[in-house]
Nanobody, 115 residues
């Protein structure tokens, strides 16, 4: 079992930045993918960015050039650096771990972009 805990959400003005963190309860080994998803009110949960154990990244078109996913293996933590935030980025952001056998989710962290 792995627990994922997100942090770093909050209220930011348009054009601002936030960095989300996702800390895993233990070291993740083997082949896996970690990622960030988001869900706005009344909408489905959508992919934002993923990072494989091999280092490959994948971004949704609407965040390319603005968001960056990274990890610190020593801290068992994945980050999402979000720059040039827009009101349409407002959502609950969820961390996901997929080691292939099952999918783990964090509890989510709210990001609100508003002036």
């Amino acid at each position: 079992q792995v627990q994922l805990v997100e942090s770093g959400g909050g209220l930011v003005q348009p054009g601002g930045s936030l960095r989300l963190s996702c800390a895993a309860s233990r070291r993740i080994v083997g082949i896996y993918t970690m990622g960030w998803y988001r869900q706005a009110p009344g909408k489905q949960r959508d992919l934002v960015a993923t990072l494989s154990s091999g280092g490959s990244t994948n971004y949704a078109e609407y965040v390319k050039g603005r968001f960056t996913i990274s990890r610190d293996n020593a801290k068992n933590t994945v980050y999402l650096q979000m720059n040039s935030l827009k009101p349409e980025d407002t959502a609950v952001y969820y961390c996901n771990l997929d080691p292939g056998s099952r999918s783990y989710w964090g509890q989510g962290t709210q990001v609100t972009v508003s002036s």
